[in-house]
């Protein structure tokens, strides 16, 4: 079993930065894909990032590309997702979620991810 808490959101002005983590207790094995997907007011929850916890392969939404940046240290069993430049269209709830079969060709869709977090709030303001 994995218990993913995240952290890191908050309130920020459009072109601001905020970084998110994704601390994660139980075993990660090193097979994992970690994603970040967010969800707006009415809308449905979207993919943002992931990465393969073995071997660094990450892969972006275009809405987030060149300016989040999704990284993990193994040591601490944590994901983090680093946004810069960020636009009142990234307000959303972020939600971190793992993925123990460790298929790389389904990252984007949420429901290949078995575990969630519980979500952070980050809004943009203008």
């Known amino acids: 079993q994995v218990q993913l808490v995240e952290s890191g959101g908050g309130l920020v002005q459009t072109g601001g930065s905020l970084r998110l983590s994704c601390a994660a207790s139980g075993r990660i094995f090193s097979s994992y894909v970690m994603g970040w997907f967010r969800q707006a007011p009415g809308k449905e929850r979207e993919f943002v990032a992931a990465?393969?916890?073995?071997?660094?392969?990450?892969y972006y939404a275009d809405s987030v590309k060149r300016r989040f940046t999704i990284s993990r240290d193994n040591a601490k069993n944590t994901v983090y997702l680093q946004m810069n430049s960020l636009k009142p269209e990234d307000t959303a709830v972020y939600y971190c979620a793992a993925d123990p079969s460790g298929y790389w060709g389904t990252y984007h869709l949420d429901g290949t991810y078995d575990y969630w977090g519980q979500g952070t709030q980050v809004t943009v303001s203008s």
């Open positions: 990465i393969r916890w073995s071997g660094g392969s990450t």
